[in-house]
């Protein structure tokens, strides 16, 4: 598969996507055709999140030089703003691709480009975040990620297989993303991204 320029359209630097879930805070509004309160709470308790792990984001040396030794490649990420495993993996994408001058981080949301999420189905559905690697020179896929780390994905299983109510699901996940501290996500991305 090959990213395109449509695939481009409308997408955002990690600058200005940060700035637009601001000021979706700020509207009380979110990303995507569903306005309502549940859908803006989350994406006001997202952009705290969002804010904390990009802030707090810690690297190990030996991190930092596999990030900063990752030959050039463009990276598309896939998103929405409400979306609560976004707001643990963005920042975290973010701040890796802020250490490389080679990574090319552009961000595009998931409702406002349906051919492109379909390209990406987590068993068969169009779950974010979604990270998208490339080659710079002619936009060639190498690699995907997403939506959540390795463990944290097993973990949705195992609630989804237990008929786990979605709040308590979704408070175990967070858990999860608290105690490990971004570093499976870390992890993960600094293995996708050393082709």
Known sequence: MIISTEDLKNSYSWQDYFQLHEQLVAQGRTTGALQDDAMSHYTMLNYQR?????????????QLHQIQSAQAQNWLLITEAWCGDAAQS????AKIATLNENIKLKIVLRDEHPELIDSFLT??????????ISKPEDGMVLKHWGPRPEKAQKLFYEHKAKNTSKEDAILDLQKWYNDNKSQDIIEEIISAMLL
């Open 50 to 62: 969002t804010k904390r792990v990009f802030n707090h984001l810690k690297f190990t040396d030996e």
């Open 90 to 93: 963005v920042p975290v994408i």
């Open 123 to 132: 068993n068969g559905g169009r779950s974010i975040p979604i990270l998208v």
